[in-house]
């Protein structure tokens, strides 16, 4: 039998209070059950409900209000946040020596691999750079780690190239030779490297770290074009790439998609 959730009055515990409730009595709680659980009026059971239905941590039938996929989306990032926390040293170290903006993408569809870590200069963000949405055909196409996530799947390659190419830059590949040239090399190297392409002034480059779970990862470092060279790009990346795989341990020690050591 579910219980009832004091209310404290306050507005982030009346949200959770809602999460809370739906999540104890299952799918399709009504606002009627809501409000009993929670104590809220009911009046203001269904403005939260609503609101939270709008931002996806809730979802709504007919019959009621059930869990919504936003909260699985955030327990799956805090589940990646627990295994790869323990890479942030190495992750400072790479900013360290190269400034701009260190990351660690992961999750379960290499497609779609979110932010896990990331290290910034002072003053700058993510947005910044103008990275593309994950899964984006401009991150497929136009991105370091978009190149490693083509060659590690070919039938998305095939799709990208049938749908044509969408430039976001001057630089950016324009032909689709061009396309398969760079996917080709990232999946015989297991790394990748461009130069605005995808944002004009900030080059990267990237690595996706081998996994013996269903957790796939990208490593990379986005920084302004001319910092450095490519050559220079990808050996701090590598080192990084290095003494992750040294940590994860001996059944994890495969460098590249394409079998090279």
């Not at 979802?59 to 209000?65: K, L, M, P, T």
């Not at 090399?185 to 392409?197: I, N, T």
Request: hydrophobic share 40%; with cysteine; proline share 5%.
């Amino acid at each position: 039998m579910v219980g009832t959730i004091d209310d404290d009055h306050t507005m982030v515990g009346r949200v959770l209070a809602v999460i809370e409730a739906v999540a104890e009595s299952g799918p399709n709680t009504n606002l009627g059950q809501l409000a009993t659980i929670t104590g809220l009026p009911k009046a203001t059971a269904l403005r939260i409900a609503n609101t939270l239905v709008r931002r996806g941590l809730l979802g709504r039938s007919v019959y009621g209000y059930m869990l919504g996929p936003e909260l699985s989306r955030f327990g799956e990032t805090a589940s990646l946040h627990q295994d790869f926390d323990r890479y942030l040293p190495v992750l400072e170290e790479l900013h360290a020596a190269h400034g701009g903006v260190v990351w660690l993408t992961a999750g379960h569809e290499l497609v779609n691999v979110q932010p896990i870590i990331v290290v910034c200069d002072n003053g700058l963000s993510v947005a910044q750079v103008g990275g593309p949405a994950p899964g984006s055909a401009a991150m497929l196409l136009n991105t370091a780690g978009g190149h490693l996530v083509l060659a590690h799947q070919p039938h998305l390659l095939e799709r990208m190239a049938r749908n044509g190419m969408a430039p976001s830059t001057s630089h950016s590949l324009r032909d689709v030779t061009q396309l398969y040239a760079s996917v080709h090399r990232a999946r015989q190297e297991g790394v990748a490297v461009e130069s605005e392409q995808s944002s004009p002034g900030w080059s990267c480059a990237a690595a996706l770290l081998p996994s013996t779970t269903d957790k796939c990862a990208l490593i990379g470092i986005t920084i302004p074009a001319g910092r450095a060279n490519t050559r220079e790009k990808l050996r701090a990346v590598l080192r990084a790439f290095d003494a992750i795989v040294a940590d994860a341990g001996p059944l994890n020690q495969s460098r590249t998609l394409g079998g090279r050591h």
